[in-house]
C-alpha cells in the first residue's frame, strides 16, 4: 500500500519563526497567544531552515517506498519508518533552536500550526500537570506536544501482553499453555480480579475455568484466622491457569497479579521487557520494576516511562504486525475495545469532537463504521503528593481512515478525588480538539469529516 508522505517538521521550523508572545499580543489584543517556542535568531537563520526542511520533505517525497503490510484484520497500515523520519527531524530542529523538550508543539499541517497551538494553549494554562501528547496519522506523526518521558503505569501491560505472543510463537506455546504458580506468589494487596475470583473458590477456579483440584483442608481462605499448617499447604498450592487468561486479566482487567507473572515467570523479568521493546525501534521507553515493586514505592514508577511517541509507535507496529498470531491478538484487542477504563478520557475526547460533527459515537460503533481500542493506566501520588499519572494510548477508526493518540498526564497536583478528573477533562478537551483538527480535509479546511 502505497502512502502519501507528511510534511515532516516544517510546522515546527515555522513555528520557529513566529514573533514573541508579546509581539503577538500586540498585533491582536483580543486574542490570547502563547507560541511553542521563541526564538531571537536571526530571520535569515530561520528562513534558511524553512528552506531546509523544504528540501527535506522533497527528499524524502522522492525517495518513495511502502510501509509494511497491513493484517486482515486492520487493512489500515501505519507508516511507521515515516514516522521515525518526522520525529529525527523534530529533534533536530528543536536542537538547533535550542527548544526545551517540554516546550516542543509539532503540527504536521502549516497552515493548522498557529490555530491548534493557541487553541490548546488556552485549553492547558490552568492544568497544573505535566501533558505530553502524541498523534499519528497513516502518514505519520500528525502532533506532537511536549517530548518528555511519562510514567506508562499500566499501559506497560499493552507492549507486555504483545512481548509474550512473539515469545509464545518462539517457544511454540499457545493459549492453551499453563503457566503453574503457586498461590503463595500471588499478591492479595493489589488490583487483581483475578485474585479475587481466586479467593472467593478457596483457590480452585477463576470463574469457570478450574485451575486446581479442591483441598482436603475444611479451612476457609476467608476466615480471620487459619491454622498454621493449613495457611502453609494454601500458599503452596500449585495453580495452572492458561496463558489466554493471563494475557486477558492483564489487559482487559489491567490485573496486577497477571502482569507481574507475564513479566516475572513467563519473560524473565522486566529487563526482558525492555531489551525485546528496544529491538522493536522504542528507544525512548524503559522498563525496570514491576507492579509489586511501584506500589512498595510509588517513586519507582518513574523507572517505567517513556515517551508518547514511543507509545504511539509501538501501537502501530502492533497494528502492522502481519505475523503476529491472530488468536493472541484477538485477546489482546477483546481487552482493549472501547475500555471502560477509557471512557472518560480519550473515548470522551472523541465523542465530544464526533457530537461537534453532528455524529453519534454510539451509532458509528453499532455500525462499524467506527472501532477504538485503548489501554489506560493510572498511578499512585509521588513524595510531593502529586498524582504521577493519568495516562491513555488509543486506536482509533473513523470510517477508512486509522489515528493512534497517546495522551500522558503526570505529576498532578490534589487529592485523587481532584487530581484524576481535573487531567481527564484536560485529556477530553485536548483529544477532541485535536480530533476535529484531524477530521478536517486537507482541501476543505474547514469542513469536518462526516
Known amino acids: 500500500m502505497q502512502l502519501k508522505r507528511s510534511a515532516l517538521s516544517l510546522s515546527l521550523v515555522m513555528a520557529l519563526a513566529l514573533p514573541s508572545v508579546t509581539a503577538c499580543a500586540a498585533d491582536n489584543a483580543e486574542e490570547k497567544t502563547d507560541v511553542a517556542v521563541e526564538v531571537t535568531g536571526e530571520a535569515t537563520e530561520v528562513a534558511e531552515a524553512v528552506e531546509s526542511a523544504e528540501a527535506t520533505e522533497d527528499a524524502a517525497a522522492s525517495a518513495g517506498g511502502e510501509a509494511d503490510s497491513a493484517t486482515e484484520a486492520n487493512p489500515i497500515v501505519f507508516n511507521v519508518l515515516q514516522a521515525d523520519k518526522d ?134 481462605p476467608n476466615a480471620a484466622a487459619m491454622s498454621g499448617a493449613a495457611f502453609s499447604s494454601l500458599m503452596d498450592r500449585e495453580l495452572k491457569i492458561p496463558l489466554r487468561t493471563m494475557i486477558s486479566y492483564a489487559v482487559g482487567q ?116 467506527l472501532e477504538l481500542y485503548n489501554k489506560t493506566g493510572l498511578g499512585g501520588t509521588n513524595s510531593r503528593g502529586e498524582r504521577i499519572a493519568v495516562n491513555d494510548l488509543a486506536y482509533v477508526r473513523l470510517h477508512d481512515e486509522g489515528f493512534i493518540i497517546a495522551a500522558f498526564a503526570s505529576d498532578i497536583p490534589g487529592e485523587k478525588a481532584v487530581s484524576v478528573p481535573t487531567a481527564e477533562q484536560v485529556v477530553q478537551k485536548v483529544v477532541a480538539l485535536i480530533f476535529d483538527y484531524l477530521q478536517l480535509r486537507e482541501d476543505e479546511p474547514s469542513a469536518p469529516r462526516a
Do not use: W
Not at 172 to 181: E, K, R, Y
Not at 310 to 317: E, L, N, P, R, V
Open 87 to 220: 520525529y529525527e527531524q523534530i529533534h533536530a530542529d528543536a536542537m538547533r533552536f535550542q527548544v526545551k523538550p517540554e516546550r516542543v508543539m509539532y503540527v504536521k499541517r502549516p497552515t493548522a500550526y498557529r490555530e491548534l497551538t493557541t487553541k490548546l494553549n488556552m485549553l492547558t494554562q490552568d492544568f497544573k500537570g505535566k501533558l505530553g501528547i502524541a498523534v499519528f496519522d497513516q502518514d505519520g506523526v500528525a502532533v506532537l506536544r511536549d517530548d518528555n518521558s511519562f510514567p506508562l503505569m499500566s499501559v506497560v501491560k499493552f507492549p507486555l501482553a504483545y512481548v509474550v505472543g512473539q515469545k509464545m510463537a518462539e517457544r511454540g506455546d499457545n493459549l492453551d499453555t499453563v503457566m503453574t504458580i503457586k498461590v503463595g506468589e500471588l499478591d492479595s494487596n493489589t488490583h487483581s480480579p483475578m485474585y479475587d475470583l481466586l479467593k472467593s473458590s478457596n483457590f480452585t477456579h477463576i470463574g469457570d475455568l478450574k485451575v486446581a483440584d479442591a483441598p482436603s483442608s475444611k479451612d476457609d
Open 254 to 369: 489491567s490485573d496486577n497479579n497477571a502482569c507481574d507473572l507475564l513479566m516475572t515467570r513467563y519473560l524473565d523479568s522486566p529487563k526482558e521487557l525492555e531489551d525485546r521493546l528496544r529491538k522493536l525501534g522504542l528507544a525512548y521507553t524503559n522498563v525496570g520494576y514491576t507492579e509489586g515493586q511501584m506500589l512498595a514505592d510509588t517513586e519507582l514508577s518513574y523507572g517505567n516511562g517513556a515517551r508518547p511517541y514511543d507509545m504511539a509507535k509501538f501501537f502501530a507496529i502492533y497494528l502492522n504486525d502481519k505475523d503476529f498470531d491472530p488468536e493472541v491478538r484477538k485477546v489482546i484487542d477483546e481487552g482493549m475495545f472501547f475500555a471502560p477504563s477509557g471512557k472518560t478520557r480519550i473515548q470522551e475526547g472523541v465523542r465530544i469532537s464526533l457530537e461537534r460533527s453532528k455524529l453519534d459515537l454510539n451509532k458509528l460503533k453499532e455500525s462499524g463504521e
